[in-house]
Each structure stands twice: as structure tokens, then as C-alpha cells.
């Protein structure tokens, strides 16, 4: 009916349909009390317009009961909303568990991304339908937002720590990717595609262009590189903390505090190292600030999360090729 | 104007410090009164966004600044709010001067209170020389190699430690800028003074610059502890 | 004619003085309104250029018509212009200035040269912000996020935000005087609960300025040194933090939305009583409306920041809190509706602008609605669902309530009526005109289009065509008045003192009036929009 003047973007995830049930109910809602506003003021404007009959104003002081009741109704009706919407947005904002992980980068003006089976994209990102995916994002200039309107999310992307984002396509297809935050000259230029795939396929392009390396495995190469092991030794404590199983976990800090080591921990322990110093070390670490580029951050924050044993009865890997060897959980 | 209809309507416009649009000498002064009050509550909002900033970064960066705090002069940063607690006297005193007529008495206590905030302006210019010769001035220049070697044993990042420094120009910098202002404002009090244009019926200038004085030492008596004491205790 | 020849003699604030030196060192409120007035019409041209600009561009897809370093440019200065330089000083600065010591009754604000001074300042921001715009411009959006605007643009940020800086100054001493002139200058018996609402939504925007603006100004100043000095406090590669800039920011810039709106919702509590011979309808709820929004309204800053990556509990408060913050509006649309009831309502041109408030304020709340809920908002903010709906509230509410204003009071500030029929024409053609305007983009907005695009997918190009018809039908209709009412001034009907039998202190004077507004203190023994007992004049009792 709407094909030529849509009103609203293609459903393609999880979280569309929910979305727009709110919105064409507060449409309605809205239709609904402008109607009856302007009903009221046409008929209230025609029936009482200045006549030279002579008839005057009846002089009405107000009413406290009609005050009360048109403050306590839309207040009830608005909780309604708040309620409604803030179930949408929790269900947005908190992770499923059993997610695979893509690492997102914002540059002035277009969007790096990692998978971590090794596959690098650039203002394309291909993902399997049917799937919670997870982005890890960050920015390695200004703030950027990663906005895909088919899937009905937004995230900004902050420079100096990651802010995350989940979605399940449900549709295969093509769809916007939008920078929505602006970012500076080429910001209407920083958009790209979301390309859903049927899970098979998916797994035929997963394979086609895979000539980097796991993003753990160059992680691991880089970490080898960059001296870290002499420190963070994997088997006897080291100088610095052993890293398997770290990720995930509570970590207790010099100063009492109890964090847990969630990816912007860890991030931020390699930037930064002394902001928070593990129990029983000293900061000795030289900050990595400004030497690592974001990719290579998120390699290193892929591998040590790689760290961690397979947790039993769970995927024994965040990606998305590990996922897709098991049957799916519908 | 003179011819004005309006000015008849008042008996008391024979006041010449009675402005044109009030009605009496005590309605002009509440008016003013209440003018310099909410002046005062944007000036608490102008220097609530700095505080802040200070708070938020204070949390996070408690080693950098404990150590820049260490490093600031806390022995002229207690003598000049010594200074400005006296100046605050000298102009309290002034205002009760001027309510009771006292012209000299009036007179020397407003000198006296410029002479405080000069001094303070001084010492306050022999502070920031120091950190200029100590490159603790955000910029190019910047460098707090001096404060990271006194205390080996926590992790100062410099960058963080410039947020420390911006934070203390910037606050102590606005609060100068305020204290200058006024210095001017007390200058033209204290020629006025002597001309002898204030006395019991007419003072609000001074109870109301008295105000913008008291307010600019409060914001200091702030500043210091924030800026000068997060950490003076010795290090273990 | 012989009254004309006498009325025109009359000696008043117009012709009391000549000369420019009589202009530029005035200390007669109504004269500083003229002043503003002149100059915040200027700056609406200049920001209504880009305006035109921008909506030029998005006719096609392609970035065609400038570069997208200009189409950059020109949005922020549309923004900054418009926000800083017409919208915040339009009501206050040119009608709350001429009115709000005629509505007290006091023959001037509480203090005068102040009130001059703040149209020095203004003039000097101004000023600055036009050498900005021609010496490069500013391309970092009206927000001036940060880190683009510390670290990466290479405009003349610092000179925007200076401008900027100092134009925050004449908003914070004119928002004093009025609060004071409220307080102390009343005439005998002019209560708080006789005073005409415009007076109470003047105070409660008052009092935003006076909170509000102390905030942006330090946050603009450190964003300036930053740029100087290098301070790192906003920028993340350094330890300082971007989201803090958002904080201090929306702090202020969001209770700035409702010094826009506030004063044309006390315009609007105006001109509905007179239009319809009625008291309005629930004084107190409407009196007290305003002062709640000006309070709720510094509680809900974040709701600008739900995909900023702040908690989600932060987010929750801050979202139940702008619901509340909407209560308030809701109560005023419900009331002035009412105060209509069993009126006796004419179509004059200020009542058409006061009706057309209603309709695109209401449109514009409900769609703050939207905004207001978290699950919608991720998907639309940073969307033209966001411009549409703050262009309803700012320019479908704002301006619409300036204009209303402008025309009810014309006849007391010239002494000259406006062309009626003119009037009305172009009152229709602003809300048509609008509406092609805005509303297409709440579609665009939902459909997914982000905000600041120089170039666009293709399939969002018909409701920009709209859009952009829309805007050339609104550029006539803003034309129209500022040429028949400049048309009115030598060859406007002589206007009496009541034209309208309005209600307010500032009727029971003559047009214009006299450099001290009264020839004897008024004393007040009614209560405000005491219609029952003010006659109406003969040519409006005819006029449907």
C-alpha cells in the first residue's frame, strides 16, 4: 500500500517489530489527542465566535476538579509510555548470552570491521541471519553512532573506550549503514551496508577472503611482539598478572575495589595501565597510549579474551564460524 | 525631563541618589540588593561548571592530582587566604563605616582592602611564576618530569596531570579575573568614598560591592582546600 | 483627522529625543526594546539564509549546490544564529524589555543601564559571531561536541564560542532585571496573583537565565581554552572525557529550549483571553505551569544523551523525569482550549498566531513524547524526526508566539495598526507553510534519515522536495510582516490607547507611550484579565 511513501524502514531484526508497535501505538495516541484538541478548539471558535447579537463572554473562573483530572490522566497515560519504553530499551541495552562479536572502529569518515574470524571490512559488514551478534565499538578520532534503521538500533562511538550494541537480523538483504553522530566534512559520507546472509552462505563468504588470520591469532602474534609475555607469563606468575581467565572475571585492585574485567577493562589496561592496578602489583607497565592503533587494541582485547577456557555447555568461541558449527538455540 | 509631571509625584526626590523610576529610597535599595544576590547565584552556577569538571576528574585521577596538590606553594596559598579573610573584614567593617557615617574611618578601610587584594593578586602572580619557571603551565611546554620523580612510588600519568594544572589555571584564573574586577569596583568605591557620597541614607554601593567581595573570598576559601589539600599527608 | 492631528503631537517615548545619540545611550526600556528589535530581525534574516540554503541543497540526493564543508558551515551557523542570536533574546529581549515594566506598572526596569548594556553585549557577541561567519564560519554543528570541536575542526570555533560567551552575559543581566523588576517594582496592588501570565512565564525564564547561562558560558570558555592551550579535558587520547562536555552542555541548552518556548506560551496566555473577552481559564494552573517547567526543566538535560553511551539507570531517571517535565505543557494547551469555551472569539491576526501555536505546539509536545521514551528514541534520535519536532517547538511555538505578539502589541508599541487583512493572509501562510515544511520530516526522521547530511539515499527525495517547498512558502510568509509592518509605520491607522480592549496595565496608557509609561503610578483594584468590565471598542465589537 505504502510502496512508493513508506512510514517506516524495512523490519529487519529482532527489535523492529517491538519498536514499531510502540511507535504506531503513540502515533495513534497522538492522532487521537490532536484530533480531539483541535475538534474541540474549531468547535469552540465556530459556536462562540463574536456575533452583533450582542451576546457577551460568560466569564468562567477554571475548575479545580477538570485541572486535577487532566494533570492525572496524560501522567497516567505517560507512565504507560515510560514503562513501554523503557522495556524496549533494556531489552536493547542488555546482552543475550551466547553472542557472537564484531569489533567496530569509527574513523573520520568511514567504519572499520573486525570479525574475529579474521575477515576485515570496511563500510560493508556481513553478518548471518538469525543470529545475536554483538558489536565492540569504538573511535579512533571523534564520536561517531552506528546507526543501522532497518534494525531500529543506534549506539555513539566514543573515542578512549567501548560502547557495545547487540541485534538479530531476521531478513536477508541489504540495508543502511548510517554515521548519525556528526563527525566532520565527509559525516553524510561515512554510511555503508549491512548485508544479512542466510547462515549458509554466510559460512561460503566467511571463507572466501580469510587471508589475515584470526583476530585472536594476530592478538597472540602481536602481544608475542610487543613483549608482553615477559611480564604476563602464561603458566608461573610473572611481573605482571596471568591473563587466562581473567576476562569476564572479578578482578581485585590495589586500592580494595573489586571490578569486573569487562572488554573497556581490558582495554583500558593496555592504554593506561595504573588507572586500575591488580592486588599485589606494582605499576610498572608503560602505557600504550597512542602507540597501538584501535585495530590493533581490539586484537589484543580478542586474544586475551581468548584466553579463557570454554566455559562449559556454551560456545567455546565469541565467532560467529564457531557458533555456526552447533545447532542454534531458536 | 526635568519638567516631568512625575517628579512632583515624589517628596523625596529631593534625594539626588533616588533614581527617576522608584518610589523611595528603601524600595532603590532592596531593589539593588536583590539585584547583587542573584548576580551572585549566576556566579555560583558560572563556577559550578568548573567544580564539576574538578569533581569528575578528582575521582578518577586521585593520584595526579594528590600530586600536583603536593607541588602547589601551600605556605602562600595559606598566607593569601589569610589575606583575603582579612580583606573580607576590612570590608565588612566598611559597610558598618558607611551605614554610620564615618567618612575617613570609611575612607582608610576601603584602602585597606584594596592594599589585601592587591597583595593577594600579588602573591597569587608569584605563584604562577613559579610554575611557569616549573613548566606546570598546560601547553607546549608542559612537563611534570620533577613532580613523577618525587614520588616513584604511585603512577602519575602526565596527561592526567595537566588536567590537574588546567583545572587550577582555570579556577584560580577566573577567581583572579574576579578578584581584579573587584579591585576596580573598590577603586571607584573608595574615590566616591572620599568625595564623600556615601553616609547613612545612601550606602548600597558599598554593602553591595561589600556582597561581590565576600562572594569572590568564599569562592576562594573553596579553591583552597580543592586545589591546595586533596593530599598533604607524607607519603609512606 | 483632527484626533489624529492631536494623537500624532502627543509627546512620547518616539518622539521625546532624536537623534542617534538619543538610540545608542537610551536607558528607556522601550526604546532598548526597538533596539533588540532591530537587531534579532536582522540576525533572523541572516540565520533564515542558510536556512534556505540548507533546504536548497537537500532538493536533490547528490551534494550538489555547495561543498559539504560548506553545507556544514551552514547548518551550525543556521543553528547558532538562530538559537543564540534570535530565539533566546526574541520575546525577552524585544517584548518582555518593552512590556514587562508597563505590565508591573513601574516606569522602567529596575535597572536601566544594565538593560542597556545587555544590548551592548549582545551587539558585541553578535558582532563577533558576524566576523565569524565572514571570516570562514564554524562548522561544528550548534553543539560544538567535543572532540570535533576542541581537536579536529579547523574553523573559527573559538570565535563562535566567544561570541557566544558574551552574548550568554546580556541573556544572564537581562533575565536579573526582569526577575528584580518583578519582585520590587510592582505598582500598589498589583499582586502576584494579579499579574498577567506573560509576566509569570517572563519570570520563570528569567530564572533559567539567570541558572542556565553561567553553564554554557564556562562550558564554551573551556572548550575555547582547550583549543588554545591544549588542556585535555574533553579530549579522550589525553584522560579527559567527550560525554562530560555533553553533560555541561545539555544542562543548560536544554532549559534554553523552554526560554524560547516559555515566553511565547505567556504571549499566547495573552492574547487567547483578550481574543476571546474571557479570564483565563485556571490562572494558577497556567501561572504555576510555568514556574514547573522552568524547575523540571534543569532535571532532564540527559534525555539528549540516551545512545551517548550513558547507564541505563541514568537513562530511566532521565526519561521519567522529561514526562513530567511535559505535564506542565500539557495542563496550558488544556487551559487556554477551555478559556475559549462560551468566549466571544474574533479572528484577529494575533488570535490566528495564538491558534496556530496551539496546533503546532501540540503537534511538537506529542512528538517530544516520542522522544521522551527510551525504546523510540534510540531509533530516531540524531534523525530529522528530532529537527522536525524541535523546529515544531521552536519555530512552530516560538516564533509563531513572537509573532503573535508582535502584531497584539504593534498598535501600543507604534502607536500604528498593522493592515489586518495583510495580517491574517500571511499568519495562514506561515502555518501552511510550516507544516509542508516540518512535517514531512517526522516521516524522513522514522524512515531513518540522519540529521547534518549533505547527501542522502536516494528514496528519502520526496518528502524532502516537500520539505523544501515548504520552505519557500514559510520565507514569504515571514517576508510579508516585516514589509507591511514596516508599511504600517507612516502609513498605519492611528491605533487608540486600548485598540483591542485588552486587559493589562500596559493598555491604560497611551500609544505609544510616554519615556515613563504613566502620568501617575497606577494602582491596581482588579484582577488580571478582568474582561467583564473593560468595554470594547466600536470597530472591534464589529470585527468578527
Request: proline share 5%; glycine share 8%.
Amino acid at each position: 500500500m505504502f510502496e512508493n511513501l513508506p512510514l517506516w524502514p524495512a523490519r529487519a531484526s529482532t527489535m523492529a517489530g517491538n519498536v514499531d508497535l510502540l511507535y504506531i501505538f503513540l502515533v495513534l495516541l497522538s492522532l487521537f489527542t490532536c484530533v480531539a484538541i483541535f475538534i474541540t478548539i474549531v468547535v469552540f471558535v465556530t459556536k462562540y465566535r463574536r456575533r452583533l447579537d450582542g451576546r457577551e463572554a460568560q466569564q468562567i473562573e477554571g475548575s479545580v476538579l477538570l485541572e486535577i483530572a487532566w494533570t492525572v490522566v496524560p501522567l497516567g497515560i505517560f507512565m504507560l509510555i515510560f514503562a513501554w519504553g523503557a522495556i524496549i530499551y533494556f531489552q536493547e541495552r542488555v546482552l543475550p548470552r551466547d553472542v557472537a562479536e564484531i569489533y567496530v572502529v569509527g574513523k573520520q569518515w568511514m567504519w572499520k570491521l573486525q570479525h574475529v574470524e579474521g575477515q576485515r571490512e570496511i563500510n560493508q559488514l556481513h553478518v548471518p541471519a538469525n543470529r545475536d551478534i554483538k558489536l565492540i565499538m569504538t573511535s579512533q578520532d571523534v564520536i561517531h553512532s552506528f546507526f543501522v534503521p532497518e534494525f531500529r538500533i543506534k549506539q555513539d562511538v566514543v573515542p578512549g573506550r567501548y560502547t557495545t550494541l547487540w541485534f538479530r537480523a531476521t531478513q536477508p538483504g541489504t540495508y543502511h549503514l548510517f554515521c548519525s553522530q556528526y563527525c566532520g566534512t565527509q559525516h553524510s559520507g561515512m554510511v555503508g551496508q549491512i548485508v544479512v546472509m542466510e547462515p549458509a552462505q554466510y559460512q561460503a563468504w566467511l571463507t572466501t577472503g580469510g587471508a589475515f588470520g584470526s583476530l585472536a591469532a594476530n592478538g597472540a602474534s602481536l602481544f608475542a611482539q610487543l613483549g608482553c609475555p615477559t611480564c604476563h607469563q602464561s603458566e608461573m606468575q610473572g611481573r605482571g598478572p596471568i591473563l587466562s581467565e581473567v576476562y569476564g572475571n572479578p578482578v581485585r585492585l590495589e586500592d580494595g575495589q573489586t571490578v569486573v574485567a569487562d572488554d573497556n577493562y581490558i582495554r583500558e589496561s593496555i592504554v593506561n595501565p595504573s588507572a586500575k592496578i591488580v592486588s599485589g602489583f606494582k605499576p610498572i607497565m608503560p602505557v600504550f597510549q597512542g602507540l597501538l592503533n584501535e585495530e590493533q587494541l581490539n586484537e589484543l582485547v580478542a586474544y586475551v579474551k581468548s584466553l579463557n577456557p570454554p566455559p562449559a555447555g556454551s560456545v567455546n568461541s565469541p565467532g560467529i564460524a564457531a557458533a555456526e558449527t552447533k545447532p542454534q538455540q531458536p | 525631563m526635568s519638567d516631568s509631571p512625575l517628579l512632583v509625584e515624589h517628596p523625596e526626590h529631593d534625594n539626588p541618589a533616588l533614581l527617576h523610576h522608584f518610589a523611595t529610597p528603601e524600595q532603590q535599595r532592596n531593589t539593588a540588593s536583590l539585584g547583587m544576590w542573584l548576580f551572585l547565584a549566576t556566579e555560583v552556577m558560572f563556577f559550578g561548571g568548573m567544580f564539576c569538571a574538578y569533581l569528575v576528574y578528582r575521582y578518577w585521577y586521585y593520584n595526579e592530582f594528590a600530586a600536583g596538590s603536593r607541588s602547589l606553594d601551600i605556605w602562600l596559598g595559606t598566607i593569601n587566604t589569610v589575606v583575603l579573610i582579612c580583606s573580607s573584614l576590612t570590608v565588612a567593617l566598611g559597610v558598618k563605616a558607611a551605614q554610620l557615617g564615618k567618612r575617613k574611618q570609611l575612607v582608610g578601610l576601603l584602602l585597606a582592602t584594596l592594599v589585601f587584594g592587591v597583595a593577594f593578586l600579588g602573591i597569587k602572580g608569584i605563584e604562577w611564576y613559579q610554575k611557569y619557571e616549573e613548566h606546570h603551565i598546560p601547553g607546549h611546554s608542559f612537563d611534570v618530569s620533577d613532580i613523577i620523580q618525587n614520588y616513584p612510588q604511585i603512577h602519575i600519568d602526565p596527561s592526567h596531570s595537566q588536567i590537574y594544572f588546567s583545572l587550577y589555571f582555570a579556577m584560580t584564573g577566573l577567581h583572579a579575573l574576579h578578584m581584579i574586577v573587584g579591585i576596580g569596583i573598590f577603586a571607584f568605591l573608595t574615590y566616591y568614598s572620599w568625595k564623600g557620597k556615601y553616609g547613612p541614607e545612601y550606602y548600597t554601593p558599598i554593602e553591595n560591592g561589600g556582597l561581590y567581595w565576600h562572594f569572590v573570598d568564599i569562592i576562594w576559601i573553596y579553591l583552597f582546600p580543592l586545589l591546595y589539600l586533596i593530599d598533604r599527608k607524607p607519603l609512606r | 483627522m483632527a484626533t489624529a492631528a492631536v494623537t500624532t503631537e502627543r509627546e512620547n517615548y518616539l518622539n521625546a529625543e532624536y537623534g542617534i545619540k538619543s538610540w545608542l545611550l537610551t536607558t528607556d526600556h522601550k526604546r532598548i526594546a526597538l533596539l533588540y528589535l532591530i537587531s534579532i530581525t536582522f540576525f533572523f534574516f541572516v540565520g533564515g539564509f542558510f536556512a534556505l540554503l540548507i533546504r536548497l541543497e537537500l532538493l536533490t540526493p547528490a551534494g550538489d549546490l555547495v561543498l559539504a564543508d560548506t553545507y556544514n558551515k551552514l547548518f551550525t551557523m543556521h543553528g547558532q544564529v538562530m538559537v543564540f542570536f534570535f530565539l533566546i533574546p526574541s520575546i525577552p529581549a524585544t517584548l518582555g524589555n518593552f512590556l514587562v515594566p508597563m505590565m508591573v506598572g513601574a516606569k522602567d526596569l529596575a535597572f536601566p543601564r544594565i538593560n542597556l548594556l545587555s544590548w551592548y553585549l549582545y551587539i558585541a557577541g553578535g558582532l563577533l559571531m558576524l566576523l565569524c561567519i565572514l571570516t570562514g564560519g564554524v562548522d561544528t554543528g550548534w553543539t560544538f561536541y567535543t572532540p570535533f570541536s576542541t581537536g579536529f575542526s579547523n574553523t573559527n570555533v573559538t570565535e563562535a564560542g566567544l561570541a557566544i560567551f558574551i552574548n550568554g552575559f546580556s541573556s544572564i543581566l537581562t533575565g536579573l532585571n526582569f526577575v528584580v523588576t518583578i519582585h520590587r517594582m510592582r505598582a500598589p496592588g498589583m499582586t502576584w496573583s494579579r499579574m498577567p501570565l506573560f509576566l509569570w512565564s517572563t519570570y520563570a525564564t528569567s530564572i533559567i537565565f539567570l541558572l542556565g547561562t553561567p553553564v554554557i558560558a564556562i562550558t564554551l570558555l573551556l572548550v575555547v581554552m582547550e583549543r588554545a592551550f591544549g588542556l585535555g579535558i574533553f579530549d579522550p587520547t589525553r584522560g579527559g572525557d567527550p560525554v562530560l562536555f555533553q553533560h555541561l552542555f545539555w544542562f543548560y541548552s536544554h532549559p534554553a529550549v523552554y526560554i524560547m518556548i516559555l515566553p511565547a506560551m505567556g504571549v499566547v496566555s495573552e492574547i487567547i483571553p483578550c481574543f476571546s473577552r474571557k479570564r483565563v481559564f485556571g490562572y494558577k494552573a497556567v501561572a504555576m505551569s510555568s514556574i514547573a517547567i522552568a524547575v523540571f526543566g534543569f532535571l532532564v538535560w540527559a534525555h539528549h544523551m540516551f545512545v551517548a553511551g550513558i547507564s541505563l539507570y541514568a537513562a530511566l531517571v532521565f526519561s521519567i523525569l522529561s514526562y513530567l517535565v511535559a505535564l506542565p505543557s500539557a495542563v496550558k494547551v488544556f487551559n487556554w482550549t477551555a478559556t475559549m469555551y462560551k468566549g466571544s472569539i474574533s479572528f484577529s491576526t494575533p488570535m490566528l498566531y495564538a491558534l496556530g501555536f496551539i496546533g503546532l505546539f501540540t503537534i511538537g509536545g506529542l512528538t517530544g513524547l516520542f522522544l521522551a521514551c527510551l525504546g523510540i528514541d534510540v531509533h530516531v534520535h540524531d534523525t530529522y524526526f528530532v529537527i522536525a519536532h524541535f523546529h515544531y517547538i521552536m519555530v512552530g511555538g516560538a516564533l509563531m508566539g513572537y509573532l503573535g505578539g508582535l502584531h497584539f502589541w504593534w498598535p501600543k508599541i507604534t502607536g500604528r495598526m498593522y493592515p489586518e487583512a495583510w495580517g491574517r493572509l500571511s499568519a495562514m501562510i506561515v502555518f501552511i507553510g510550516f507544516n509542508l515544511t516540518f512535517f514531512p520530516q517526522f516521516i524522513l526522521g522514522y524512515l531513518g534519515m540522519p540529521r547534518r547530511y549533505w547527501q542522502y539515499p536516494p528514496e528519502f527525495q520526496v518528502l524532502n522536495v516537500f520539505s523544501t517547498a515548504g520552505a519557500s512558502i514559510l520565507a514569504v510568509g515571514y517576508l510579508l510582516p516585516m514589509v507591511y509592518l514596516l508599511w504600517s509605520l507612516r502609513y498605519g491607522k492611528l491605533a487608540g490607547d486600548n485598540p483591542w480592549g485588552a486587559s493589562g496595565l500596559e493598555w491604560t496608557t497611551q500609544s505609544p507611550p510616554t519615556t515613563f509609561n504613566f502620568d501617575e503610578t497606577p494602582e491596581v483594584t482588579w484582577e488580571a484579565y478582568d474582561y467583564e468590565h473593560i468595554p470594547l471598542p466600536m470597530e472591534v465589537t464589529l470585527e468578527r
